[in-house]
């Protein structure tokens, strides 16, 4: 069967060597004898698996000593609270959340079931879509923040910080990546904590990617539940209990793709930068047609989200795409119209044939 352009926001479209390559290693790996999916997580083949997907990242992002890697199950949604009862010891403490879009909601919503937690800066009141500038962050932060939270791409509105936000150094920043680490180099030494669920850019549904500063690892409290305890993740190598081994596996193989077919996260960035250009492009090139959902400067280069002037139109818009084989176009419902989500592994032809495919439903 042919493959169609899947631009689903995430569990998304994987690098075709990739998936090539889980076929080829189904039903039994070589040497091994079983599939990935039947193997203890505690012999030798997995112990290779975890340590070349953890030296792929510390590669590839440049994470530096000072930072752990850890694995863990529950997606982001489970880091919302993993932070906050990180930071959040006592009554004093207050975590301070950016909010640029639905995610950093649902992360603020989340810490505070478990203290106190402050939204410092929003743009909920205009729809989510910019982020805020250094300046506006800081600006806005209460006097000592145990720490700031940060979305650095809003998957449902398409809004992204343009670089690493750029924080007084004692400030602990914590960022929320899940849908655009791996998609250009950051620099981690600026974060406390970085975390992503690995269905956009990094593999499939069923781990979450944390990297995790030395000095927040001393300072959790004791005594939290052990799965929710960064600690239990770099004292066990991400094994305390049973790993989602499969979905760590995946992991490793994208990150040899990025490595060996790609060249590194400079060069994912510039594909990257090329596929976002011509959709947006696309967008002004067609005002009366197209509006793009985002102000320019914070438009996301992974979700490329824009309305059409009538929802009649945009029925028909998504019905007409998929009849060209341009799937998973739907705009999250709390935003409508279209999103086109351009990860890691959408091809360029992907992003040509939807910008050739808004150019012929643009009236003439
Ligand atoms: N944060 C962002 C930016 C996301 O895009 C998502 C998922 N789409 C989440 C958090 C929640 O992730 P999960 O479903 O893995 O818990």
Redesign the pocket.
Known sequence: MERSWNFA??PAVLPLPVLEQIRADLPALPGVGSSALEVSHRGPWFRDVLDEAEANLRALLGVPRSHHIVFCP???????SMVALSFLRDGAAVGDHVLT?A?GA??VEEARRLGVARISWSDADAGFTRVPTDHEIRATLSPEPAYVHV?T????QGVAFPDDPDLPSDVCLVA????DLLSRPIDVARYAIVYA?A??NAGA?GV?IAIVRDDVLETIPDGLPVLLDYRTYVDHRSMYNTPPVFAIYVVMLVTRWLRDEIGGLGAMLEMNQAKATLVYDAVDAHPNRYKGHAHRGSRSRMNVTFRLPTEELERRFLQEASRSGLRELRGHRSVGGVRASLYNAMPLEGAEALAAFMERFAPG
């Not at 529950?74 to 919302?80: D, P």
């Not at 791409?153 to 449902?156: F, H, L, Q, R, V």
């Open positions: 926001a995430g529950g997606g982001a949604t489970m880091q919302f879009g995610w649902k992360a979305t791409n809003e998957t449902i929320d990546a899940s849908s669920g269905q956009k549904a979450t």
